[in-house]
Structure formats: C-alpha cells, structure tokens
C-alpha cells in the first residue's frame, strides 16, 4: 500500500538546536516528494518539492534531501518562528494528477 | 499569500443540512483540488478538476460533489451532512494538470472549517 510516515511525531527544540524529521515513503515510481509548512488554522504553504534520489534544496534554515526510501528536513539553528507542523507528501501512482499523499506532520516547537 | 481564495472561513450547520464551499485559484492556475483535514485522518484527497473537466477522484463521499466553472473557480457541494463530516475542506491549486511532469507544485487556501452539530 502507497504510504507516507512522518517521525517524530513531534518535537521541541531550544533556540538554536539544530535537528532533523524524517519523512519515509512507499509508493512505486516516485514522481515527487513535497514539504509543506503548516500553521495553526492556515492552510499548508509549500516548501520544497524532491524529484530524485541524491537531490538537495535549501531556503533559509531549511534544507530538504531525498534518498530512494526517506527525506529529510533539516533545520539548522531554528527560531521560535520555524514553529509549526511539517508536512511531507507524495504524488500518487496512476497517472499524471495533483494527488499527493499527505503524512501526518510532525509539529515542530521552537523554544526560545 | 498564497493567492487561493476560499469562503467561507467557517461554516456551522446541523446535521442533514447542504452546504456549498467555494473557492477561487491563484491566477493562471489550470487546476482545482479539494482536500479534506481531520484530526484523525490528516490531509485526505478528495478530487482534481482540470480546466472544468474532472481529473481525479479520491475517496470522496457520494454525498459530496465538486465542479469547477469557465471562470475556473470551484466549489464543493457536502449534502446529508453527518457529525463525522465536520473538519477543515481546503482547496489547492496548481498550473498543469499533475505535479510530477509539469513541476508545478500545489498552492493551498487557508481552509473552511466545517462544523456540524
């Protein structure tokens, strides 16, 4: 069965303590992998999206790395402001859509 | 901002009851998906419209129904609403039709929380 699994769950880091999630997927054919960002009441609001093994993308203090089992996101030296829950998503097999399939987030909490 | 547009922003409404949601996509956005959040399930697809026509469906509930006009705004039609239907119902959109060929990522709104009582 395509699935996605988010660990941990969640997370509290002092300000500064760098860290890493994990996002491990099984799905065939993989045709993208998403990281959004969600806020409390706000809808997801899109990151970064991974398309082969090996490749790496970086904004800010985040940076998103992709092997052909598991992501990750790094979070280097984070502020109370990168408090939020993180989402990673696959593209479903079956065809070219928009269909991802959402893990369950990890809720990041940033303490200063 | 993400430039997707969705009304209302809460919705409460008794059991049985019909409720349209609606939502408008970032422009020059081709495609409309509705997604449905719960504490329990998480972000669950529910169906992809493309340029007015339907493109894929997920386990979306007979009682639910979608379309998306010529101006390609959309909205979702939740009908015989049940306790269990309450949750957040966001819209998304994206340039081409998939995510994966046209590299175009999905963009959410910031949701219509669906309370029923």
């Known amino acids: 069965e395509d699935q996605v699994t988010q660990s941990p769950e969640a997370l509290r880091l002092q300000e500064g303590e760098s860290s890493s999630l994990n996002c491990s997927y099984t799905?065939?054919?993989?045709?993208?992998l998403f990281w959004y960002r969600q806020d409390p009441g706000k809808g997801p609001e899109f990151l970064f999206t991974?398309?082969?093994a090996g490749e790496e993308k970086e904004k800010e203090r985040l940076k998103a790395t992709l092997t052909k089992k598991e992501s990750f996101l790094h979070i280097t030296a984070p502020k109370p402001e990168d408090s939020a829950t993180y989402l990673c998503?696959?593209?479903?097999?079956?065809?070219?859509?928009?269909?991802?399939?959402f893990g369950q987030g990890t809720t990041l909490q940033v303490k200063p | 901002d993400s430039g997707v547009t969705q009304t209302p922003k809460h919705l409460i409404t008794a059991t049985g009851q019909r409720v349209t949601l609606r939502c408008s996509p970032r422009?020059?956005?081709?495609?409309v998906y509705w997604y449905q959040q719960s504490l329990d399930q998480g972000l669950q697809f529910l169906i992809q419209?493309?340029?007015?026509?339907?493109?894929a469906k997920g386990n979306i509930l007979e009682r639910f129904s979608a379309q998306q006009f010529p101006d390609l705004h959309s909205e979702l039609n939740l009908s015989s609403l049940e306790l269990g239907d309450s949750a957040l119902y966001f819209c998304?959109?994206?340039?081409?039709?998939?995510?994966?060929?046209?590299?175009?990522?999905?963009?959410f709104g910031n949701g219509t929380r669906l309370t029923v009582t």
């Open positions: 998304a959109s994206s340039v081409g039709v998939g995510v994966g060929t046209s590299r175009s990522p999905l963009h």
């Open positions: 799905v065939s054919g993989l045709r993208g």
């Open positions: 991974l398309y082969s």
């Open positions: 998503a696959v593209q479903a097999p079956g065809g070219n859509t928009g269909k991802l399939i």
């Open positions: 422009s020059g956005d081709l495609s």
């Open positions: 419209y493309y340029n007015g026509e339907e493109r």
